[in-house]
């Protein structure tokens, strides 16, 4: 069997250089290849023709870009494009580009499945499978058909970052760097639900916006609706954030799902504002939709009106988030759990 060969998306400036330089290249040649790869997104070496035939001969023996394009994409009719994405194992992640305006936001996947098993998640329902490598998440934005319109990347589709940190926080650094995208960590924002040592150490070296699933501000229910509570409970969480200074350039936000009957009285909205008092933060309420074989329902529109109006009334400043992309499910996990159905039914038609 053949080597398998490296893929260069996804390395850094040093990584390249080593490259080169393990390949009896100059180390400036691991530059040229940064261009190639983030300014330029060459789909082979070959396209990268300020290194001589020769190099680009020697490298191509071993590496590779890694970019693959998107194998099916779904359209919504408000510009919503839900993408699947195949992986270097031969699995799918979700990938989903929301235009609004002057903005145009990807949310990004960073693992196959989810180990939170959130109740209300169809992507822990999948059970999880594997982590994505650094040139997993960064193809479903170097491979992105709409990519030069992008003014803002979410780490919010399938996965828990923190629970991939490594390969989250090497993207970033490619998003951010000099060498790479050179965006503004401001345009990046990392989500969680909260893991211990794993939160504290990416607010440590990242300066990204972070984005915390908090869904009840009450520990006992929290921990029905989402397990990760028993790790790291909401209460822990804020308390972490109390150690960082958001009052600057850096966000700090509470994505909180509404659903009907469960986490939208005005106890809950009272327990948010005692828990978040003197935190600079804000809440974006979420309209659930409802996924299949989950017994929950979403809190209409008049009272999650009613529930941000007692927050803001508070000083919790507080949004609700338009809901996109209904028509197409884009909501993480149903595309590619479809996708996992239609391929096991094959299998079985195949023995």
Known sequence: MADIKKPLMGMSLYELKEVAKSLGMPAFTGGQMAKWLYTQHVKSIDEMTNI??????????????????????QVSKDGTIKYLF???TGKHVETVYIPDHDRATLCVSSQVGCKMNCLFCQTGKQGFEESLTTTDILNQIYSLPEREKLTNIVFMGQGEPMDNLDNVLKVTQVMTADYG??????????????????????????????????????PEQRAQLMPAERGMSIVEVVDLMRNYDFTHQRRLSFEYIMFKGVND????????????????????LIRFHPIPNVDLQGTDDHHIENFRDYLTNHGVFTTIRASRGQDIFAACGLLSTAKKIEEERKRREQQ
């Open 265 to 284: 009285t005005t106890t809950h909205a009272r327990e948010i504002v005692k828990l978040v008092e003197g935190l600079e933060c804000r809440f974006n």
């Open 181 to 218: 995208y050179a965006w503004s960590p401001k345009r990046i924002t990392v989500s969680s639900v909260g893991i211990r040592k794993k939160l504290q150490r990416f607010l440590d070296e990242s300066d990204c916006h972070v984005a915390i699933s908090m869904h009840s501000p009450i």
């Open 86 to 88: 195949p992986t270097a």
């Open 52 to 73: 001589s035939k020769t190099n680009r001969e020697r490298l191509a023996e071993e590496y590779t870009i890694g970019c693959m394009e998107p194998i099916d994409c």
